[in-house]
């Protein structure tokens, strides 16, 4: 089995920042990917950042404010999140493609997710 495991959510005012991390543990031959979604009251969970070795993607709405990075030999992913709008407010969740052993398949797991509250 594949953990995921986040910290980092809580509250802040608008234009504040937080950072938020993910650790991956487990049976775990390699990691494809690894990123944050977040799914906020009454809507879809969306996109937020991805990153792998091709490079990373930034959902436009968080383009110029929020970081993604990776730490390969830690299994970890770091979002950080600056300027903070109140629409950023949702619950976090990380996410890993994960090949557990040799010629296993890519099987996407998930955290428990984190909330993150932006308000004043």
């Known amino acids: 089995q594949v953990q995921l495991v986040e910290s980092g959510g809580g509250l802040v005012q608008p234009g504040g920042s937080l950072r938020l991390s993910c650790a991956a543990s487990?049976?775990?031959?390699?990691?494809?990917?690894m990123g944050w979604y977040r799914q906020a009251p009454g809507k879809q969970r969306e996109l937020v950042a991805v990153i792998s070795d091709g490079g990373s993607t930034l959902a436009d709405s968080v383009k110029g404010r929020f970081t993604i990075s990776r730490d390969n030999a830690k299994n970890t992913v770091l979002l950080q999140m600056n300027s903070l709008k109140p629409e950023d407010t949702a619950v976090y969740y990380c996410?890993?493609?994960?090949?557990?052993?040799?010629?296993?398949?890519?099987?996407?797991?998930w955290g428990q997710g984190t909330q993150v509250t932006v308000s004043s």
């Open positions: 996410n890993a493609r994960v090949v557990r052993y040799r010629y296993d398949l890519l099987t996407d797991y």
């Open positions: 487990g049976s775990i031959f390699s990691i494809n990917a």
